[in-house]
């Protein structure tokens, strides 16, 4: 238990210290998104997809590309440089309390109005999916905007 421990404050201490560390942790996470999505679409493919399975799996990989030309654009933008700065910090924060807000709204709405919508045909462990997918939506929507139009945000 011990050297698991070790092992993994290493890795923690790798990430604040190195850039490239970091990007590489990213990566690995995109890869493993990506090859859970291939394995549940390679699992349900042989019996036929339906429209709503497509989108299902449609949106994530959406996301995940996003988060892909995040991660590059952030890795050239650093030159060499740190990867977090005060401003990019406090856009981060600003972004996720928002999102935060908002994803209460939306979990709300999902719960009050899934019937009017048709989603309440939907199994309960897809209506959680459909409420993380737009919690993503409103982090990506919220960062977006705070990074680019919100003038209290210093820069």
């Known amino acids: 238990m011990l050297g698991l421990n070790n092992f993994l404050l290493e890795i ?8 490239n560390a970091r990007l ?10 990506v090859a859970t999505l291939s394995l549940y679409f390679f699992s349900i493919s042989p019996g036929g997809i339906e429209f ?16 892909g030309i995040f991660v590059i654009k952030r890795h050239k933008d650093a030159n060499g440089g740190p990867l977090e700065d005060e401003r990019t910090r406090n856009i981060m924060n600003v972004s996720m ?17 899934s019937e009017d919508f048709g989603l309440a045909s939907l199994a309960a462990s897809s209506l ?4 993380i997918l737009g919690m993503a939506i409103l982090f990506g929507i919220c960062y977006i905007y705070t990074s680019r139009f919100d003038k209290s945000i210093e820069g």
């Open 24 to 33: 590489l942790l990213g990566a690995v996470v995109i890869i493993f998104v």
């Open 52 to 67: 709503g399975e497509g989108l299902i799996l449609i949106l994530p990989l959406i996301i995940l590309l996003g988060f």
């Open 128 to 131: 959680i999916g459909v409420g």
């Open 97 to 113: 309390a928002r999102a935060y807000l908002f994803s209460i709204y939306w979990l709300l709405f999902l719960g009050f109005f």
């Open 12 to 19: 923690l201490n790798m990430s604040k210290t190195s850039n």
